[in-house]
């Protein structure tokens, strides 16, 4: 007997691929971030892992989109949420398996994702 979270899954997963069936896909996308991105915000953007995340959680790509992410905590605690924007796609515009996902840095947007971010002197949110 299956659960019904089980079949519910399944489900999704279908819809997805009759989604996907229909439309080319994409061969690249191009992502860009903001220069001012740690060290830190760029080793998790470029991991494998968070490519996979963006094919599996991304159905389609276009030129302009701007997909705010979140990274990750980090040693610190601080959430690092990333503004990460669609700058070219080759191909079609539905996001398979197959798409490769590159990045390229674009100016600075003023982003708060470095030590000082828990530190007296970082930003404060009310």
């Not at 080319?24 to 971030?33: E, G, K, N, Q």
């Not at 903001?34 to 080793?43: V, Y």
């Not at 790509?61 to 040693?75: M, N, P, Q, S, Y």
Request: hydrophobic letters at 30%; glycine letters at 10%.
């Amino acid at each position: 007997m299956t659960s019904n979270s089980s079949r519910s899954g399944d489900r999704l997963e279908e819809r997805a691929d009759e989604t996907r069936a229909g439309t080319p896909s994409a061969d690249r996308v191009v992502v860009s971030y903001p220069a001012d991105l740690s060290e830190w915000g760029r080793f998790q953007v470029e991991k494998p892992s968070f490519r996979a995340f963006l094919r599996k959680t991304r159905e389609s790509a276009r030129e302009g989109d701007l997909w705010e992410e979140f990274v990750g905590v980090g040693c610190c605690g601080n959430t690092l949420d990333v503004p990460l924007r669609v700058e070219r796609v080759d191909g079609g515009a539905t996001i398979a398996d197959e798409t490769t996902i590159e990045y390229e840095v674009r100016d600075a947007c003023g982003l708060d994702g470095s030590w000082r971010v828990q530190s007296a002197g970082g930003p404060s949110r009310t």
